[in-house]
């Protein structure tokens, strides 16, 4: 029988399209202090400005990276459009930075709406063998004057986990903005925002949700000039949550912590044991002695865990040979462990790169894994196998 006094924890589901206002003296004060009271518990218009479901979600995300503010939206698509978009000014816009070693989609939101339909002057900082070469960043820092760089902490898919400090000090000394899109890392691994950068997104679809059933991206900021920017541009872009999947996304975060730990000592424990495998040739993780950027991944991470993604290249005679044992680890896996791509599931999910990447990663035995929160032992008898086929 429903108990009234029972407090279930959990912000009630608003699915209204618009709120109750009752007469013209609230109707004024809510249009009024808007933008003034984003996160505070009364004067709701129309949820896409702001909606109380979402807004309690929003808060949950407050806390979990320690921000002053957080705004929810569709997608991480969505979460950059918003964060760049916010330091637009038409004709005065500098030139903007963007790391070349980011999500491909991003990438593609650059080339065919920054570029080809915005017109913005958009500057590319390229990786060299593996790693961030800083002086070569100082110099473009120096001579193209970006209003902000953007970057992620953790590369996809190589892993290259960059020297965000420095890169953050550095970008500070020439007045430049720093957004960072942290998906990779979480707030669980590190909070940019208390290293001094401006804002940090995230596509929640990954970790933060962490189970594959919801689109959902977040900026986090502390500014409040910002946010205002933020606020404008998120409502009349029409970039907005469904109260449902902020619902959704509420219950999901809070197991973030839980899961993200076992999804960092899950991933370790099949690295180490890729590593030793006769069949693999080589693993990428930040949590290895082998990996390029180890050094960077342990001044960030200390050892709360090098996050859940591994990609590991499989033995073969010739590309022709790696293509052919990489087609039967992933066939014997399908059952298992399924080419899904996307990442930070609660189950174990793979991508082969060279499909994927084509010839910015022409790599023909390479996997990604987005290693999930299984018990390890089963999960390693999976991983057996697809290695058993090859
Ligand atoms: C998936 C992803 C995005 C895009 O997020 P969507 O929720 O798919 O729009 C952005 N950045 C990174 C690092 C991602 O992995």
């Known amino acids: 029988m429903a108990n009234k006094k029972v407090n279930y ?15 013209s003296e609230t109707t004024k004060k809510a249009f009024a202090d808007e933008l003034e009271h984003h996160h505070e518990p009364d004067n709701y218009i129309y949820s896409r400005y702001r909606n109380p479901t979402t807004v309690a979600v929003e808060k949950q995300l407050m806390e979990l990276e320690e921000s ?29 930075l963007f790391f070349h070693e980011i999500y491909g989609g991003t ?29 070569a960043l100082e110099d473009m820092l120096k001579k193209i004057k970006p209003e902000f760089i953007f970057f992620e902490a953790v590369s996809n898919p190589m892993l290259i986990v960059a020297d965000v400090k ?16 942290n998906t990779f890392g979480t707030p669980y691994l590190w909070k940019p925002l208390l290293d001094g950068a401006d804002l940090v997104i995230h596509s929640a679809t990954k970790y933060l949700s962490g189970h594959g059933n919801i689109s959902a991206g ?16 998120r409502k009349w872009a029409g970039h907005f949550l469904s109260p449902d999947d902020a619902y959704r996304l509420g219950s999901q975060l809070k197991s973030f912590n839980l899961r993200f730990k076992q999804h960092c000592n899950n991933a370790l424990a099949v690295a180490k044991y890729l590593e030793k495998h006769p069949k693999i040739e080589s693993v990428l993780y930040p949590g290895l002695e082998s ?27 010739s590309d022709e040979d790696k ?8 066939a014997a896996l399908e059952e ?18 060279e499909p994927v990447w084509g010839a910015k990663y022409p790599l023909p035995g390479v996997i990604r894994f987005s290693v999930g929160i299984e018990e390890i032992d089963h999960l390693i008898s999976m991983i057996e196998i697809g290695l058993g086929k090859v």
């Not at 977040?218 to 541009?233: Q, R, S």
């Not at 991944?297 to 050892?303: E, H, I, Q, T, V």
């Not at 293509?323 to 992933?330: E, G, H, Q």
């Open 9 to 23: 924890n959990h912000t009630p589901l608003y699915r209204e399209a618009g709120f109750n206002l009752k007469d």
């Open 68 to 96: 002053n503010w957080a705004l929810l939206v569709e997608t991480g698509m969505a979460a950059i459009d918003v964060a760049v978009s916010i330091f637009e000014k038409g004709n005065e816009t500098r030139p903007w």
């Open 107 to 135: 990438n593609s939101f650059i080339d065919t709406v920054l570029i080809k339909r915005r017109n913005r002057d958009i500057h590319r900082f390229y990786a060299n063998e593996g790693n961030y070469d800083l002086a």
């Open 166 to 181: 420095r890169i953050i000090e550095l970008a500070k000394q020439y007045s430049c903005k720093i957004i960072i899109d």
């Open 218 to 233: 977040v900026i986090c900021g502390n500014d409040t000039e910002l946010l205002k920017e933020a606020i404008e541009y």
């Open 291 to 317: 990996h390029p950027t180890r050094k960077q991944a342990l001044d960030l991470f200390g050892d709360k865990g090098y996050s859940g993604m591994i990609t590991f290249d499989i033995k073969g005679t």
């Open 323 to 330: 293509r052919n044992k990489l087609n039967r680890f992933v």
């Open 336 to 353: 298992h462990i399924p080419l899904i791509p996307t990442l930070g599931e609660a189950d174990t999910i793979l991508l082969p790169v």
